[in-house]
């Protein structure tokens, strides 16, 4: 395949540039090949000197014995760029530029040098990474092309985790904290302006790689969704968790995130849609990027969110039932059998419903966790487990509730977080390999991240593969707007219901529609120039009689013929009457193509936002799904007397509306179903009106 | 005063039950008075030897030389009732009841034994402590009547912070964390069963304490709130920060309170409404206790939130952002001197937009911080800064950074918030004295905590000073409803705003009415025995003709007969259509006493939940405020054309409901008022109905 994968295990590294002192840019990647083990053969370039570091030194790359396969590049300016075009006409497969004062910050000269360079390893085929990177780094291979200063405060060790990240900081930061708690990284890649290999591009190789069992990823522009999209589909072949941070979440970040990288200002809520579309878990924050990543590597398979906490505080059994409560994780409900069990065991005062508070006698019993556990560890109705111990220490036989949680959570093979302030007693527990927080509130939200992963992961196996990404070539959101009849007409021949209706030519052809139609009807003029037409009047409501329908057709054609628009008719439709109004709106993103909007309906749309997004194509479950993440959720089963809307049948019609965007030949830039009119369960929804605007 | 004050700071204390062996409840606080240096007399009584951990055992608490101000109360069942009788009688100020199988797991006996005690302590005025309690710490005093694992597990210090809990657990969880930080904690005090001196009734002492800066609170029940309502105003008396942890929040939660102490569930939201009229500010979890509490102790003086995030990380920039906009913290825009400034200084690619990205640069310029920094300590837009140092290490002067830091810090005197993930990093910064985190995630939030606690008591002292809790007494949901025009009547004289409207006693007045009032009308029939009418045909709007309102007072005069309910008249009414429905309900907590809620009216008020709740008095800026945390909070200024709504009237409408539950006189159990209808601004609001219940 392409050179690419000599990014991640190259056979052998030129530092150009390369500097005695290991706090330079020139220094840092020749120190860590030294001393993390690289095994391939490395080549300093100074010609100042016989040798760097006390590794045999070169006075330039036409003086090496072989054609490296990775040349760092840690020259500036015009050095650097003559140096990765001398790399791309020697055949080298990987140029990684450190150097910064290219496109990040001079738009002109330093964007064109940097075109310059892509052109030249285009050519042969050399893949550059950088400018203004800091730099590739696999512990796996020892292989780190890289001048952080992490690595230095930092001691890594190799494991099962992979960061990526444009950024230099945010590539080491999730590195550190993942450090801290001891677990150990194989990749941590920089990959700076992106101008030949995007971070998107170079997490598809690294998402092979079969060691690595946890994908971090840090973005702030989107700038190669396909390659995400490539990415997320490898992993979802070898179920291997991709975490996002995604920052510029904000109008505030976005603009520092502009200022920083360029990024272009994607609108959030698209990202989202793109995110859960592909699988991949989105997170808010660094934290959110570590504190779960060790429950991913535990192998485990959960089944659902149903919590059994244990605690030997009755607060704490409060504080995790409200932080679960919080985090949409019920209590599990005990079996009979497991109650009369613990009630057995535990002192009469302790509580043996879930959460189970065993009381301050485990001080004077330290056998009552090794009771109870086996008892708990039969109910089929616990999925995850969490074990608090707020104090513990002298007095108590800690080592001894370590070992029981962990030969517990073998037993059961399910989800067991531990809530233990005291760094002691963390230890203890941690030292048995079970992922343990300081407070109830932080387990339970690794517990979430985890788990919530697993739930887009398994709402991915369950609807089939996903179609790969949708390049944006056709995103122009220009074109032509048609004529109610006419967007009329696309919904109805892809079998969305409509509103009974007929597109007349005269008074006298509207007259014999009313009839045909029966009961009072819609008038409204059809003209493909005038698409906001109730502001002009040329919408009216509840017509009932021959005379005032014919009066109609004249006043709109006169209306329509001053307003100087195309006149194509007017429209006389059945009065319909849901029980809720929703809207549907899709249009092409720049950056991700095709999105839909489904939610609430009426005039305060824009005001409320009470809408959520979907990437096509999607089906009525996924609907469904946004529906009740809507605030007005709690409508849709019905109260107050009303019955409960037909979601299906919307969400029927929102899938449809989501393959027309997907139908190439149609060429739709955007669609606007508002309302879409939702009758009681059973009885479906219609739509009365529609807007398509098609490309032109 | 009363005896409790012999609580914190006993000149004697005498342990019954002295164990040699520490780890035993009557063993640990002779070890901890010794120990943490209590100055004042330790009477161990222990029969059976002549000293206890090498201090001189008295056979009896009657052996002892004197009366002494505490005893510790460390023997089980009925030992423990008679011993606390015995001290009641010889005149002891404080008893500690650190033994269980009280009221907590005993319901009868149990119960039964504690209301004895307490009986005995109120012949003579002695206090008691638990049963069931883990006892009272003061650090200042080295009076540490407590059995905590805790104290033996992390070293004390006296400090600043006093922590509050029935709950043993909770109360040296916090501890713990803040010892973590290197915090000085002087009370750490856990109460127990509360059978008769509460967690809140002891808060009122503590708060009195000077050398107490800040003040946390751990609740599950609101048993005392009056005595909560004390220590507030204790503590806004003198500037003390009352942070309060009320857990049971959730269903979940509130079920597991229940069965851990029996705690009353109250509704969350009047926790909340409570808590924010008395300027207690809650937080919702362990961690929002503790992270804040550096930056309470800081003596700044916040003006407001607008926020300046400075970084050598792009990334950190655009998260910083994005944390911070997510808190509702402003990035400050900086003056056209500070950027002009920075742009001297920082290299041509770095950002003197806010957040300032001083770049990687700083690893070759070291002076960079102490350049910049007095060019933004100058800018008055700047309320709070953040300071983010993702890497650092070998080849950063990271001392310089700190100095730098503090001495900025110190210059301005407006908070300051370090991230540094890396703790080598974050410990040179805490040795500067300044609050780090690890993440700015965690810095925000800690910020957000102290600036929200600070707006809070702003307000609060902004508003005047607060009524002091309102006992709920009469707190009887059940009483007579009032007909509509008695209801209406009440509103009235309260200055309430009412549609015009007359009560007709035939069809005779009712045309009357119609035509004073002039146009369509509304005609409803008025009977206390029916509140809700429009569910039997008794309310028609928009009737406007002399016939149709003569026949509407015969049938329903004849529907109020049929029902055999109390016949009070017709009401006819103008037709008010308001630009916004609201809603205001008023009722009485059995708890709190009168709570007031506003918020969006219609049909479904309960399922939507978008209301706030209020404690009476409060202000037409209280209501607002309240109105602008909605959800349909971007309606009220007006959007799609809609004018702006007259929030100030309805606020002050609502206040006046506030004032109509706070008045005895009137005995109101419950208002409601629904609709509420508002008007453009300026032109106010109007009822069309109440429904009033006076208590019995």
Known sequence: MSNLKYALNPRSIAIVGASDQINKIGGRPLHYLAKFGFQGKVYPINPARPEVQGVKSFAGLDALPEVPDMVCVAVAGDNAERTVIQCAEMGVKVALVMASGFSESDPVNGAAAEQRMIAAGRKTGMRIFGPNMQGLANFGSGAIASFSTMFLEMPPEDGPVAILSQSGAMSVVPYGLLRQRGIGVRHTHATGNDADVSVAELSTEVAKDPNVKLLLLYLEGMPDPHFLAETAAIARERNLPVLALKSGRTAAGAIAAASHTGALATEDRVVDAFFEHHGIYRVKDVEGLVESAELFLKGWKPKGRNLVAISNSGAVCVLSADAASNAGMPMAKLALATREGLGKILPSFATTTNPIDITAALLSNSGLFSDILPVIAKDAAADAFLIGVPVAGQGYDVPRFARDSAAFAAETGKPLVVAAPQPSVAQAFAEQGLATFATESAAIRALDGYLGQN????????????????????????????????????????????????????????????????????????????????EYGLVKLGVNSEAEISALFETMTTTVAEKKASFDGVIVAAMAKGQREFMIGAHRDPVFGPVVAVGDGGKYIEALGDVRLLIPPFSASDVERALRSLRIAPLLDGVRGDPPLDIAAFGDLAAKVGALMLDAKLKIASIDLNPVMVFARGEGCVIADALVVQQA
């Not at 029966?518 to 003029?525: L, M, S, W």
């Open 455 to 534: 739930e887009l992961a398994a709402r991915l196996a369950a609807s089939g593969a996903r179609s790969t990404y949708r390049a944006a070539e056709s995103a122009a959101q220009e074109g032509v707007t048609l004529n109610e009849a006419e967007s009329l007409a696309i919904a109805e021949k892809a079998g969305i219901p409509v509103a009974k209706y007929r597109l007349c030519q005269s008074a006298a052809e509207c007259v014999e529609a009313w009839r045909a139609i029966g009961g009072p009807v819609a008038v409204k003029a059809c003209s493909r120039d005038i698409p906001h037409k109730s």
